[in-house]
Structures are given as structure tokens and as C-alpha cells.
């Protein structure tokens, strides 16, 4: 899809890759950019970089979505293009996590996509148009071996924007789902605190905010679904479709190398 005279609406606008995505998105010239963000200075300073409309939204309330939607149409009329970009490291470590605090990861990067679909996907699915962007993660096809909260929800995300891949391309819904691993935001620096986490993102190179962008725009121009900004990923895709066993276990040889550095 070409992005000039579109509405498009980001969620997570005011930091790293969503603001990033508002200003790449912003140089196509679409007819109108809604900026979301929990933090409404955040999304105002890019809204006014941009030439945007800031919208106050918490993704994890779908009240709060379903307001955003009705905001952005009264601003400028159906959405074209709907890029549920925020997201939550969530709590670190296991299963020992508080339920409250992976109740809250589910509902910002699992739900929020949900109620996002639901309160756009009627209107696109009536004019025989519309796109959705999920921002996922490599997480979400492989694993994020410090964080069991957040391997779970982005491999939810993944499979969301899969499941209206295929039972709304036919209805002239198009989706792509963003894969990255490691990008230099404010994020990363909370998969940094943890050293085991850390050493597996350092395996491969940290990518600029904008780099991602570029590589979202390219895939929606594409109308591409899976958009891997980080080529590596494809091949450790590849590796763990072929041979689930042995990537299991190289896996577990990379947690057993972080703890032994950081033990010794
Ligand atoms: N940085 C990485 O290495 C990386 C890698 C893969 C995927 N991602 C994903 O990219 C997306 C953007 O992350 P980022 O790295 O740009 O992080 P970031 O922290 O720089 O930006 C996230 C933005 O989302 C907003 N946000 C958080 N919770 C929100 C909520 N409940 N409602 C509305 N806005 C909310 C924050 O205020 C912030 O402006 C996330 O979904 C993240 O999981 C990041």
C-alpha cells in the first residue's frame, strides 16, 4: 500500500520505534497522522514534529482504544493504515512473576491488538479496505530467553496478526507483522538489566529506531506480512522450523554460556 493521502494511526508514537514510524511515515505525505501514546508530551513533541495529532491513550484499556479510534475518524474520516506499535518489556525471569504484572503485559501487547482490530476492522471490512501493522518482535518467533512474559505475549501478537492474515485477506484486509531483535530505544535498555538477556541481543546487531521504520514501510509497500528488519532472524527461523530439537538446545547452550560469564 502506498501511504500518501492515508490516515494512519501509531500506537507507543512518543519513543523508539513508533516515533521513528511517525517520522518516516510522515515524509510519504499521508492525508493525516494520529500519534498515541500513554505519555501525552511524549506523542505532543512528535505530533508537533510530524504534523500530527497527539492522542492520551493507555492500549491495556479498550475503552481507551475504542476513544482513539472514534478520535482519529472524527479528525480525518476512516483509517486506512492502524499500527499497534506499543509495547511492554514486562516483568523479567519466569513463571515466579507476579500475575498482576503479566495480566498487564498480556492486555498492552496482546489485547491492545485485539480491541484495536475490533473497533477498526468493521469499517475497513465494509469499504473492502484497510492495514493493520502489528509490532511484534523476533521474540515472537523465536524467544526472549530472559523474559518468559515477554516471549508469550509477542508470540501471541505474532499469531493475532496471523489469524486476521488469513481470515481477512480475502475481505481486502492486508497485515504485517514487525519482527526486529534488538533496537536502540529506551526498551532496550530494560532487556540491558538483565545480563543473560543481554548477552543473547548482543549476538546479533543492534538496529537504529529508523532503520526499522525504513524496513516497515518497505513491507507495507510491499504488502509484505512478515518483516524482519534484522535478516538473521530468517535464518534462525529457518533453523528452529527445521530442527526444532536442536535449536531447543542451542538455546539452552546460549543461557548456560550468560550464566557461567556472569557466575565467573
Ligand atoms: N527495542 C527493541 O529492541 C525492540 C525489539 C523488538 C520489538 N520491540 C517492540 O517495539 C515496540 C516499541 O518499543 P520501543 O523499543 O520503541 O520502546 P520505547 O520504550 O522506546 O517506546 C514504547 C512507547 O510505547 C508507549 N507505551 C507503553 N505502554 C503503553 C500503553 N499502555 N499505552 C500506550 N502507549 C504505551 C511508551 O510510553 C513509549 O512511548 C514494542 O511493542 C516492543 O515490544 C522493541
Sequence with gaps: ??????????????????????????????RALVLA?????????????????????????EEDIRALVERAREHAGAIDLFCSNAGVPGPGGGPEAPDDELQRTWEVNVMAHVWAARAV????????????????SAA?????????????????????????AINYGDAGIKV???????????MLDTAFEDRIGAAALLRDELLEPDDVAEAAVAGIRDERFLVLPHPAVAKYV????????????????????ARESEAG
Excluded at 476492522?121 to 511484534?136: F, I, K, N, Q
Excluded at 504485517?176 to 529506551?186: I, K, M, Q, Y
Design 176 to 186: 504485517s507483522c514487525l519482527c526486529p531483535l534488538g533496537v536502540r530505544t529506551p
Design 140 to 164: 515472537g518467533l523465536l524467544t526472549q530467553v530472559s523474559a518468559l512474559a515477554y516471549s508469550i505475549t509477542k508470540h501471541a501478537a505474532v499469531a493475532a496478526a496471523e489469524w486476521i
Design 1 to 30: 500500500m502506498e501511504l500518501a493521502e492515508r490516515h494512519v494511526v501509531i500506537t507507543g508514537a512518543g519513543s523508539g520505534i513508533g516515533r521513528a514510524l511517525a517520522k518516516r511515515i510522515a515524509c510519504e505525505r499521508p
Design 37 to 61: 501514546d500513554v505519555n501525552l508530551d511524549a506523542a505532543g513533541a512528535v505530533a508537533r514534529e510530524v504534523g500530527g495529532l497527539a492522542v492520551q491513550t493507555d492500549v491495556g484499556r
Design 121 to 136: 476492522l468493521p469499517e475497513m471490512v465494509d469499504r473492502g479496505e484497510g492495514y493493520l501493522l502489528t509490532t511484534a
Design 238 to 257: 529457518a533453523l528452529k522450523g527445521a530442527d526444532h530439537e536442536r535449536w531447543l538446545a542451542g538455546m539452552r547452550g546460549l543461557v548456560r554460556s
